[in-house]
Nanobody, 120 residues
Framework: QVQVVESGGGLVQPGGSLRLSCAASGITFSIYAMSWYRQAPGKERELVAAIMTAGGTTNYADSVKGRFTIDRDIAKSTGYLQMNSLKPEDTAVYYC?????????????WGQGTQVTVSS
């Protein structure tokens, strides 16, 4: 059974930092692309950052470039999102996504989300 579990969210003041974790089990973590999405109240879910399997290429939303870093530890089957210089507009539920397309079959897994609140 595949499980994707996020952790590390919480309440932080503007300018602060948080590190989110995404622990996966039941899959071969290294062959999945990993992404972090977020969804604020009343808004659609948006892509924040992604890391590909081949070469570890990363991509970021313009709103988080230079502040957030996506990374992963293959040996631990765990991905991370380091968030620095947090702003109130970063407040959202953050979701980890693992995705792989093989032989035309999409395998797509989501975690349950972790709340990040940036407020003074």
């Amino acid at each position: 059974q595949v499980q994707v579990v996020e952790s590390g969210g919480g309440l932080v003041q503007p300018g602060g930092s948080l590190r989110l974790s995404c622990a996966a089990s039941g899959i071969t973590f290294s062959i999945y692309a990993m992404s972090w999405y977020r969804q604020a109240p009343g808004k659609e879910r948006e892509l924040v950052a992604a890391i590909m399997t081949a070469g570890g290429t990363t991509n970021y939303a313009d709103s988080v470039k230079g502040r957030f870093t996506i990374d992963r530890d293959i040996a631990k089957s765990t991905g991370y999102l380091q968030m620095n210089s947090l702003k109130p507009e970063d407040t959202a539920v953050y979701y980890c996504n693992l995705k792989r397309v093989s032989l035309g079959i999409l395998r797509n897994y989501w975690g349950q989300g972790t709340q990040v609140t940036v407020s003074s």
